[in-house]
């Protein structure tokens, strides 16, 4: 009797073993089964819905499975990330993410959620410079022009942004702090919305994305004075840098990651994240990231994570020197 149970527990072991060694094997292989989704924090029509569109119709037939765009706009992206920081950790919930949500948020809300601890770093998509641009009726040619006109009325001048640490909201406000200028911040609930207002003339100036701001240059109903990266970007090769129009030093730029829930199986993390590589490195998708104005970045999640760790101290460090806060 003895001898048959320790054969028993043994024979148990060794199956709980051999199981425990192949489970993640099996359940990579057999990822995924369902439709994945993407929780998008923003309104269709932004920077980051492109990226997200462009890559979920690339891997879904990859996949074999349907991957789709989950639009939970709102509180600037806040609702969208905490809504997939709360999500099942299946691997069927993703989240596709700014530098604002991902490394500036923290350093301004009580959020709910921890863009570190609260997520597995899946893949960053793509980087995406932004543009100066103001109403056409604005008396202003150029950067320095805008400087000596703000200082002259301070606060009196408005721009618009998709909300309180957003990219349009950080680099205005980096361009405040760094020219020594006031100008009023006035939040919308996206960055389409802030550029109609700009185009009827109800507030002067925005930082925006390039790409959808260039349909409305080219229209003549907004004026470009100066590109947010260090260098000159292809699609505007004729507008200066912000560095360039006399504030030294000056750069911003926004980016894009794809997370989920933390507790997301490793197998199923790095899964993912080859895909996501694989599709980031295909000649079609970089051609439509590029018409969006976007350039791709790709990496691992280790790399992921690595940037985010910086991202988040540089954007700690600008956020307290500009004394930009919540609300403002």
């Given at each position: 009797?003895?001898?048959?149970?320790?054969?028993?527990?043994?024979?148990?072991?060794?199956?709980?073993?051999?199981?425990?060694?192949?489970?993640?094997?099996?359940?990579?292989?057999?990822?995924?089964?369902?439709?994945?989704?993407?929780?998008?924090?923003?309104?269709?029509?932004?920077?980051t819905d492109i990226q997200g569109r462009i890559l979920s119709d690339k891997l879904s037939p990859r996949l074999g499975q349907q991957m789709i765009i989950d639009?939970?706009?709102?509180?600037?992206?806040?609702?969208?990330?905490?809504?997939?920081?709360?999500?099942?950790?299946?691997?069927?919930?993703?989240?596709?993410?700014?530098?604002?949500?991902?490394?500036?948020?923290?350093?301004?809300?009580?959020?709910?959620?921890?863009?570190?601890?609260?997520?597995?770093?899946?893949?960053?998509?793509?980087?995406?410079?932004?543009?100066?641009?103001?109403?056409?009726?604005?008396?202003?040619?150029?950067?320095?022009?805008?400087?000596?006109?703000?200082?002259?009325?301070?606060?009196?001048?408005?721009?618009?942004?998709?909300?309180?640490?957003?990219?349009?909201?950080?680099?205005?406000?980096?361009?405040?702090?760094?020219?020594?200028?006031?100008?009023?911040?006035?939040?919308?609930?996206?960055?389409?919305?802030?550029?109609?207002?700009?185009?009827?003339?109800?507030?002067?100036?925005?930082?925006?994305?390039?790409?959808?701001?260039?349909?409305?240059?080219?229209?003549?109903?907004?004026?470009?004075?100066?590109?947010?990266?260090?260098?000159?970007?292809?699609?505007?090769?004729?507008?200066?840098?912000?560095?360039?129009?006399?504030?030294?030093?000056?750069?911003?730029?926004?980016?894009?990651?794809?997370?989920?829930?933390?507790?997301?199986?490793?197998?199923?993390?790095?899964?993912?994240?080859?895909?996501?590589?694989?599709?980031?490195?295909?000649?079609?998708?970089?051609?439509?990231?590029?018409?969006?104005?976007?350039?791709?970045?790709?990496?691992?999640?280790?790399?992921?994570?690595?940037?985010?760790?910086?991202?988040?101290?540089?954007?700690?460090?600008?956020?307290?020197?500009?004394?930009?806060?919540?609300?403002?």
């Amino acid at each position: 009797m003895k001898r048959s149970l320790a054969h028993g527990l043994l024979a148990v072991a060794a199956f709980t073993s051999a199981t425990l060694f192949v489970a993640p094997h099996v359940q990579a292989q057999a990822y995924p089964s369902k439709t994945i989704r993407i929780i998008m924090p923003f309104p269709p029509g932004g920077a980051t819905d492109i990226q997200g569109r462009i890559l979920s119709d690339k891997l879904s037939p990859r996949l074999g499975q349907q991957m789709i765009i989950d639009s939970r706009p709102g509180a600037n992206g806040r609702i969208g990330m905490e809504l997939a920081a709360r999500a099942p950790a299946d691997g069927y919930n993703l989240v596709i993410a700014t530098s604002g949500n991902w490394a500036v948020h923290p350093h301004l809300y009580e959020l709910p959620y921890d863009t570190l601890k609260d997520f597995v770093h899946i893949v960053l998509v793509a980087s995406t410079p932004g543009v100066l641009v103001v109403h056409p009726t604005l008396p202003v040619k150029n950067v320095k022009e805008l400087i000596a006109l703000a200082k002259k009325n301070p606060g009196e001048l408005t721009y618009g942004s998709s909300g309180v640490g957003g990219f349009a909201h950080i680099s205005a406000e980096l361009f405040n702090s760094m020219a020594g200028t006031k100008m009023t911040h006035v939040p919308y609930k996206g960055s389409q919305q802030s550029l109609i207002d700009l185009m009827a003339g109800h507030i002067q100036l925005s930082f925006n994305i390039v790409a959808p701001s260039m349909g409305h240059i080219k229209a003549g109903r907004v004026k470009p004075l100066a590109v947010t990266t260090a260098k000159r970007v292809p699609q505007l090769p004729q507008v200066p840098t912000v560095a360039e129009g006399g504030v030294r030093g000056y750069e911003n730029e926004t980016w894009s990651g794809i997370g989920a829930p933390a507790g997301t199986p490793q197998p199923v993390v790095e899964r993912l994240s080859k895909e996501f590589q694989a599709a980031l490195s295909a000649p079609d998708v970089r051609e439509k990231l590029d018409a969006a104005g976007s350039v791709p970045i790709s990496g691992t999640p280790a790399q992921f994570r690595d940037y985010l760790q910086r991202e988040l101290a540089k954007y700690g460090k600008l956020v307290k020197g500009a004394g930009i806060k919540a609300g403002k």
